[in-house]
Structure formats: structure tokens, C-alpha cells
């Protein structure tokens, strides 16, 4: 065997192994008594058809270790509000090149810059295996993002 196939052989075994689609999916810890009870489906049973997968050693990172804690300062009961940054999860982020992809969604279109249209990754649920779609859109925005006790300075009323 030529020196060429050898390296393009071995290419392809690496690929084939270390690729992110190769690595089994990992149960998380916090919910192994729920899945065991069988009040939780096992994670592969809450994925989407095409979850996003990322190639963390192509960034030059590592897989880490569920669980642990998180230390961060916040000096004031205030600063309480920069724990969604820490905790939300997004539909749209950017890429080392600072250009929008899609995180949780499949796919954004954009008409004009004005008709935004989100596509949801076909059968993507919440970490409890209830299915997330464009239903949880509509309560957002009819049943908090519109309710003038819940969010009094977004409320068109207020927009004058």
C-alpha cells in the first residue's frame, strides 16, 4: 500500500470514529433516576430527527463532565438577571466567523430583512420530552409577551 492510501486510510478511520455523529449520546446525570422510573425517555428519544452536532475538537476543545458548579460574582441581588445568560438556550448564535447560524432551529429565512421565517428542527423536544413547537411561540408571545401584568414596558399599549 502505497504512503498516500495509508495516510487517506487513516483519515477515514478517524473521521469515521471521532466524528461528533460517531459518539454515542450521553444520558445526563440530574435526570437518571426520571429515565430509569421511565418518566423521562431516554435522551435519544428526545432528540430531533437532525440534531445540531458540534465538532468540539475542531474548535480545539473537549467534551466536559455534567454536573459541578459555576462561580460567578454578582455583588448585588440585581445581578441575578445575568443568570438567563448562563441558562437560556438560543435559536440563532454566531459562528467563529461572527456570521448568524441556526442553533436550535434548522434554518432562518429572511425576506427583505422584514419576514423572518424559523424553521424548528423536525422532532425537537424539551429536556422533559414534550415536543417544542411553533405552540410554544404563540404562549410566549399571546400569553406573557402580551400580557400587560407580566411585561407592562413591552405591551403595545405602552409604545405611544
Known sequence: MTLIRRIVAALAAGWIFYSPL???VQ????????????TLPPVA?????RPLSVDLTSLGREPGRHGGEIDILMARG??????TVYGYARLVGYDPNMILQPDILQNVEVEN???FTL??????RWSDG??????DFRYFWEDMAMNEMLSPSAHPTSWS
Open 119 to 124: 424553521h424548528l428542527r423536525p422532532g425537537h
Open 78 to 83: 440585581k445581578d441575578t438577571r445575568m443568570m
Open 45 to 49: 428519544d428526545r432528540l430531533p430527527q
Open 113 to 115: 430583512n422584514k419576514v
Open 27 to 38: 444520558n445526563v446525570p440530574f435526570f437518571a433516576e426520571r429515565v430509569s422510573a421511565g
Open 22 to 24: 460517531a459518539q454515542a
Open 130 to 135: 414534550e415536543p417544542f413547537t411553533s405552540d
